[in-house]
């Protein structure tokens, strides 16, 4: 099993390109993140799917859409790339049955940096 | 405002001694408390959780503390090893909503084990 991987692991992009982030599992997971990490700071929600067909918005949400394709896959889009967004992005998923903590497994990241 | 503080960016400790990482929370009503582990270039790693019902859980070297009155978690490991050296994150459940469970993280303490 590869768990979660990202494609991307690197980009650079110019301000107001737009680019997709991809992500897969392939645990079976109901639910699926995506989280920024800023130098010198902790993990940051973008947006969550809980289940199939469902999307929502996390704590920084603002420059970013998703799409939950299908159970295994969960994509993050920038649509005008800005230098603030310079970033490593974490795909993660997790089981997260009702009332049950499960862990949240995580992807290697994707590199970000936007000139 | 952050909702999770780890206060230590960096923290040395000799092989074989006991390693500290504390951690402060600002909602009591925070019910679920965990501790993710990352190495450079790879997707953070669940070490450790604790309910907020229990004020200790244990797995092997890694045991983690809650103190609720004073909204505080540690982590202890004993002994450190080489392999522990790690950027530690302390990370607290949050409900975005739909079943599916977002994590706030710290900004990570950076755990050096000397030999």
């Known amino acids: 099993n590869a768990g979660v991987t990202q494609t991307p692991k690197f980009q650079v992009l110019k301000t107001g390109q737009s680019m997709t982030l991809q992500c897969a599992q392939d645990m079976n997971h109901n639910s699926m993140y995506w989280y920024r990490q800023d130098p010198g700071m902790g993990l940051r929600l973008i947006y969550y799917?809980?289940?199939?067909?469902?999307?929502d918005k996390g704590e920084v949400p603002n420059g970013y859409n998703v799409s939950r394709l299908n159970k295994r896959e969960f994509s993050l889009r920038l649509e005008s790339a800005a230098p603030s967004q310079t970033s490593v992005y974490f795909c993660?998923?997790?089981?997260?049955?009702?009332?049950?903590?499960?862990?949240?497994?995580f992807g290697p990241g994707t590199r970000l940096t936007v000139l | 405002d952050q909702q999770v503080k780890q206060n230590s960016p960096s923290l040395s400790v000799q092989e074989g001694r006991i390693s500290i990482l504390n951690c402060d929370y600002t909602n009591s009503m925070f019910d679920y408390f965990l501790w993710y582990k990352k190495y450079p270039a790879e997707g953070p790693t669940f070490l450790i959780s604790i309910s907020s019902i229990k004020d200790k859980n244990e797995d092997g070297r890694f045991t983690v503390f809650l103190n609720k009155s004073a909204k505080h978690l540690s982590l202890h490991i004993v002994p450190s090893q080489p392999g522990d050296s790690a950027v530690y994150f302390c990370a607290v459940r949050v409900y975005p909503g739909g079943g599916a469970d977002g994590l706030t993280f710290g900004k990570g303490t950076h755990l050096i084990i000397q030999p």
């Open positions: 993660a998923s997790s089981e997260a049955l009702a009332g049950v903590w499960c862990e949240q497994f």
């Open positions: 799917s809980a289940s199939e067909g469902t999307t």
